[in-house]
């Protein structure tokens, strides 16, 4: 079950930083504006999809023995759907709209919350290769 546990947790983090500064970037750098901003539109329910599923077989997996480690990943997964759910609509909307103070603010707060998840996912590694 650790090994399980970490694998998973790692497979979040790898996947986390590569789409945030690996994928993203690329998009930008590869293609003009208004072909990369409607496709990462697209990719990004995904991405969030990715870290909630992952996020939530991590922590219902790492419960049965590091229940801190549990609860980290808990909040991944819920602020992972919050960023689904509320966040990201809300930057979309900001970007339709052309208000582009409003866009930086939130695509600002989405950033914070990948550095957040990233970060916190890699505590979770650290804590659970104590257990192994």
């Known amino acids: 079950m650790v090994e399980v546990s970490l694998l998973v947790t790692a497979l979040m983090f790898?996947?986390?930083v590569l789409y945030a500064f690996g994928f993203a970037a690329f998009v930008f750098t590869a293609l003009p504006?208004?072909?990369?901003?409607?496709?990462?539109r697209r990719a990004f329910p995904h991405f969030y999809a990715f870290v909630i599923a992952t996020s939530a077989v991590a922590g219902g997996i790492v419960a049965f023995?590091?229940?801190l480690s549990a609860a980290i990943l808990a909040a991944i997964a819920i602020s992972g759907?919050?960023?689904?759910?509320?966040?990201?609509?809300q930057i979309n909307q900001a970007t339709d709209d052309g208000n582009k103070p409003r866009f930086k603010k939130l695509h600002?707060?989405?950033v914070v919350?990948?550095?957040?998840?990233?970060?916190?996912?890699?505590?979770?590694i650290i804590k659970i290769a104590s257990h192994a």
């Open 65 to 67: 023995f590091d229940p």
């Open 33 to 40: 504006a208004d072909t990369a901003a409607p496709l990462l």
């Open 108 to 110: 600002g707060f989405s």
């Open 113 to 124: 919350i990948t550095l957040i998840h990233i970060a916190a996912a890699a505590v979770v």
């Open 81 to 89: 759907i919050y960023a689904r759910q509320v966040l990201m609509p």
């Open 14 to 16: 790898g996947g986390t």
